[in-house]
């Protein structure tokens, strides 16, 4: 049987375009007097249509085609980068669209076009649209008018760091561009360009194998194993300016994150630090300019939340016969008792509360705390919070000290946070 075409429209650039290609979608199957898929297609094209608002570039046009009893819904847009599922997690703020489309459809798929990308899914009791339309195997591969590259050399690149940061810097841009959406129709344009530049990196780094549970990630996610020495990205020529959006969006996010705009956690300052480095190599290094190496965390800039702005009070904690250490969402110690300084070597809390938590974390370990400190934040997953696990910490006199450690996060009023950790010596 011969699809027909029961919608061919183009759809607004904002928030809107997700309800329309929702009654377009309903109206089609009205038509075809298949209520039961109804529910599913509706739900898909949704999250195909955010996909594209958020990740790709106008224009967007919806066709939706039905044959007997079978659907296909086809969306293009103007970003040639085709979309493809990430894993960030069961918990994460973001890259769990597609997965999502995978479960209610029968296939999707996506192929290039001259403009930019046809991004499709297909719902049939059978396989009565099989051979009448094209699937993304078929698609003759467009070049891109401009096929150079750049290849950027990222030395001492932190894995660990890098998908801390990928998730949240997602999460991030995603609430920037529909916050801005409405006001802005520019904020399409620019987050593309962010989420192109994020999608090139996310492609071409390794992800660093550590294991969820907390013995493999004791075991694993420590350095060296956890840093690229020497690492290669090749960044077509087009894309250049895309990293220059991504650094500027994530300067705007962060700004509204630290004044509580967004509902996404503020950037941490190693975090923030990553993104500075990442853009400014690709800003050197395509202008004929030399690499230069990832820096140590302790190079990452203050933090910008003061201590004292928490609502909670310390003496819980300063006056308590345990050995406990507490500390807020910008990884900075707050509090910290008398039997705890004892452990590690001091005897005056001065000397440690305002200090960063990493100057009680032996350095080959610096990498996998940021990293869990920010993907807690970001979604809450926290495979060490809770359990009894035994890690070693650093003395005042340098030395390491193997301590039994529980941590508790508490969350406090204004979506601050507050963790504490119990020591056993």
């Known amino acids: 049987m011969t699809p027909e075409v029961v919608a061919d429209e183009e759809l607004p650039p904002d928030a809107t375009s997700a309800s329309l290609a929702r009654r377009l979608v309903r109206r089609a199957l009205a038509a075809a007097e298949n209520e039961d898929a109804l529910d599913a297609a509706q739900l898909a094209i949704s999250e195909v249509v955010t996909n594209a608002l958020v990740h790709a570039a106008p224009p967007l046009r919806l066709r939706v085609l039905v044959a007997d009893q079978s659907l296909r819904v086809e969306l293009s847009d103007g970003s040639p980068r085709l979309p493809a599922t990430r894993d960030f997690g069961d918990q994460a703020a973001t890259g769990r669209g597609l997965r999502l489309v995978e479960e209610l459809v029968s296939r999707w798929g996506s192929h290039p076009t001259p403009d930019g990308k046809v991004v499709w ?16 195997d078929e698609v ?9 590259v750049v290849s950027i050399e990222l030395h001492r690149m932190p894995l660990l760091m890098h998908q801390a940061w990928q998730e949240h810097a997602a999460a991030l841009l995603r609430e920037v561009m529909l916050v801005r959406l409405d006001a802005e129709l520019s904020a399409l344009q620019e987050h593309a360009g962010a989420s192109d530049a994020l999608g090139l990196l996310l492609d071409q780094v390794p992800a660093a194998e550590v294991g969820v549970d907390p013995d493999s990630l004791l075991a694993h996610a420590v350095e060296p194993g956890v840093t690229v020495d020497q690492l290669v990205i090749e960044v077509p020529h087009a894309s250049l300016p895309s990293f220059a959006a991504l650094d500027v969006m994530l300067d705007e996010a962060l700004g509204l994150a630290e004044s509580g705009e967004l509902l996404s956690p503020p950037t941490q300052p190693e975090i923030q630090a990553m993104r500075l480095w990442i853009c400014n190599q690709v800003r050197t290094q395509s202008a004929g300019g030399r690499s230069s190496a990832w820096p140590s965390l302790a190079a990452a800039p203050p933090p910008r939340r003061r201590a004292d702005e928490l609502a909670w009070d310390p003496v819980e904690v300063t006056w308590s016969d345990r050995a406990l250490v507490a500390a807020d969402d910008a990884n900075r110690i707050v509090a910290i008792s008398r039997p705890a300084l004892e452990i590690l070597g001091h005897d005056d809390e001065a000397l440690l509360v305002g200090r960063r938590l990493v100057s009680i974390i032996p350095e080959r370990f610096h990498q996998a705390h940021v990293a869990g400190f920010t993907l807690h934040l970001v979604n809450g997953r926290g495979p060490l919070l809770g359990q009894l696990v035994k ?21 406090l009023p204004e979506g601050r946070y507050l963790f504490v950790a119990e020591l056993f010596g």
């Open 121 to 136: 899914f297909e719902i049939s009791d059978g396989d009565l649209l099989d051979g009448l339309l094209p699937d993304a």
């Open 140 to 148: 003759e591969t467009v070049e891109a008018a401009d096929g150079t």
């Open 391 to 411: 890690v070693p910490a650093l003395r005042r006199d340098g030395q390491e000290v193997e301590v039994g450690m529980v941590i508790e996060s508490r969350v």
